[in-house]
């Protein structure tokens, strides 16, 4: 009779290779949360740091319960900024991953098919410019869209505009949706280009046999293959902008309403860290709980 090999037994490397990614979330996302979540509900202070500290010291959960203080959300629920604050965020950022989308996925479909030999090159001039600074990438387009910057010299010699005309681009939401939109833009196109390099050609070469006009190919095989990176992308580039601070700051004006301009101004400008924390904690729920949701229907349908 044959002798069967014993199962491999689970070595501490393999231990190391799970335990790692679980110890990353919990010291860089759970520890800065419950800390952050702990200063929510204190009680703001003329001091440093400029809060009363909770659960601090000795003593029994009762007296731990008693000195929760929901003031500071119950204070969000009741100023309109705070609502508008979130409204505002949710809706440039819907706005910019639509036009981060019908910009991208082009650029990303030409990458795709194109020769193999082409390919790293345009992935290269995708990421290029991952190699300057964001901040002066932002502020590049401050120059830009000034009224007295490059476009309106640009206008000008092309006879578009007279002499004495300006573009009033600068400060202005318009002038938020084209710093985001291109920022986030390699974020958009990487993941669209890693779901449609991987699809197979002979799909759409079999479509085409069977008399299938080029559009309705796209909408039946293309774009339904292409879908993990459209939802990728999306989530990838939703997600941050919601909470964008420095690309409303320099090119956003005063009528620009973000939930990061809030939070900064609550954080440093009022000094009301409590109220700031729990800007920070609403914010944070606002993002996760559709990420959430949206994964367990992944989970239901496969």
Known sequence: MAD??????????RWLVVIIPYLWLLLFFAAPFLIILKISLSDTAIAM?????????????GDFVRQLDLENYSFLLEDPLYLQSY???????????VLLLLIGYPIALAMARAPNS???TLVMLVILPFWTSFLIRVYAWIGILKPEGLLTVFLQALGLLGPDEQVQIYRTDIAVFIGIVYSYLP???LPLY???EKMDGTLLEAASDLGCPPWKAFWRITFPLSLPGVVA????????????FVIPDLLGGAQTLMIGK???????????WPLASAVAVLLLLVLVVPIMIFQNQQQKVR
């Not at 069967?4 to 490397?13: D, I, N, W, Y």
């Not at 949710?90 to 706005?95: G, K, M, S, V, W």
């Open 262 to 272: 809030t939070l900064w101004t609550e954080f440093f400008g009022n000094r009301d």
């Open 118 to 120: 082409l390919r790293p």
């Open 187 to 189: 974020f958009m196109v």
């Open 87 to 97: 409204l505002s965020s949710l809706r440039i950022a819907a706005i910019s991953t």
């Open 49 to 61: 740091p400029p809060y009363l500290p909770v659960f601090e010291g000795p003593g029994m959960l």
């Open 233 to 244: 992308g999306s989530m990838i580039c939703f997600i941050p902008i919601t909470g964008e």
């Open 4 to 13: 069967t090999a014993a199962p491999p037994q689970a070595g501490p490397a």
């Open 194 to 196: 890693a779901a449609l």
